[in-house]
């Protein structure tokens, strides 16, 4: 078990370092040659085609869900009759994103600030979209059945792959200065090549599966449920920039896509840390072993609280300094915002916070039991948003970072109560004193540490990087081993007393 949350830990590692780097290279590039506005235009559209993929309904997950029994099992024909229905749906939701990607390439444009023209804007979307049918025509059912069998590491190598192809094909487009659509068209080419990869691999482990079979009817029950999460979290993470984009303009759109892309990368990494046991917890499940589910989410928790207070105190102190050096150069917007930086390190810590109760909410298939919570926040989140909408960016963020907050009480709440998973006041706690600690930690190294060095090159940032998260990895470890000694010290009072 370890040996494969490992594998899929680090295959995870290597996805999100090449993410970076295309992360990193590509919307600079972008700015730089294009300008803020097509940046802030390729991101609108890029959300855009996040929230067409509403019309998924949940199937994913709720396909991961419903094949953790027959693959725990080894049940060769109960995971048959499942692909047999999965395989369906995602047909039938290919053609409706289609249909629906059309229509609202077609009328967006229209309502969109203008500062790039109708064809740009409607290209990007299409193009954009195209990525996304051929997951839902070819490799998607794959991808969910490689993670339901603990196999994430194959889905993440094939993406690494990806974005090396869509890394190559851009920066030669945008050294001939090629169209954004053209450039953007580089997602279309990697995303067929990871699906042909998908394919071969699952055929060669599972053999092919005979999709004329009877299907399993039980098997996506639960996908209204998983839909409503999907749409309540994507209003809480998507919705921003659209708003940015028809309230304000685009050019503030990609100032904000410029903080978010750094925020993506590292909910990605806090992300890979939940991936990596989601499957464990399934199959403890799936098996009902609560005892064994109860042990593996203490040690998980142990681990990930302090490893996300370490990731977003970082995040708090740098990221300034580095879209100081990454946007240097582009003069057509105001990039820098000191208050913008601390609100999304308090924002990703938050989502952080809620993801382990809601790992272990999803394995089960809890959603119906759950999805009024994720109705609360989305709601929390846009009477906030429209509220707090004067305040500009740093409102937008205000509003998120209170809907996570609700989400971190009543979903632990949830595991403690309705799930047998125990000590829901010691995570509060947990949180509270390294949240603390952390935030104590944050102003010591920017009084102290960040004013000893010249930020003006990345080597010089990275070294100072280098520096601070050394600083405040030390300072957390330091409290790990004082909270390791007091159990300890419990637990022996607790014998000699008992």
Sequence with gaps: MRFEALKNYFANIVLLVVRSVYGLILPHMIILSYGSAVNGAASVATQIVGCIQLVEMGIYSASIVALYEPLARKDRHGTEATMVSIRSFYVKIGWIFSLATMLVALVFPMWSSGEVGYLTMFG??????????????????????LQADN??????????????????????????????????????????????????????????????AHPRKDALIRQRD?????????????????????????????????????????????DAMTASVTAHFGQRI????????????????????????????????????????????????????????????ISGLLRAF??????VIAAKGDYRQTRAILVVQAAVKIVLSA???TW???????????????GIITFRVYASTDMAISGSRNTFARMTVYGLVGFGVMLCVQEFLVPLFQMDSYTNWALCALVVASSIAFVLAIVMGAERLVRALRKRRDMSNG
């Design 124 to 145: 990007l979307i299409v193009t954009i979209a195209c990525a996304n049918a051929i997951r839902y025509f070819a490799s998607g059912k794959y991808r969910a059945l």
């Design 392 to 406: 500009g960016l740093c409102g937008l963020l205000v509003a998120t970072s209170i809907a996570w907050a609700i």
């Design 354 to 359: 809620q993801k382990p109760a809601l790992t």
């Design 226 to 270: 998983i839909m409503i999460h999907q749409v309540a979290t994507l209003i809480i993470m998507n919705v921003d920039i659209i708003v940015i984009s028809v309230a304000f303009d685009l050019s503030l759109a990609s100032v904000y896509a410029v903080y978010n892309m750094i925020a993506l990368l590292l909910a990605g990494l806090v």
């Design 387 to 389: 509220l707090l909408l």
């Design 151 to 212: 196999k994430l590491y194959i889905v993440f190598l094939t993406e690494s792959l990806g974005y090396v192809i869509q890394i190559v094909l851009s920066v030669i487009c945008i050294q001939n200065m090629m169209p954004i659509v053209a450039v953007k068209a580089s997602i279309v080419v990697s995303t067929a090549c990871e699906a042909i990869i998908l394919v071969l691999y699952a055929h060669r482990r599972f053999g092919r599966f005979n999709y004329k």
């Design 286 to 345: 799936a098996l009902g072993d609560g005892a064994g589910l109860q042990r593996l989410y203490a040690r998980f928790e142990y681990i990930y609280i302090p490893a996300c207070v370490w990731l977003y105190v970082c995040m708090a102190v740098l990221l300034l300094p580095f879209v100081h050096l990454y946007v240097a150069g582009a003069n057509d917007a105001d990039y820098f915002n000191l208050g913008l930086a601390y609100l999304f390190a």
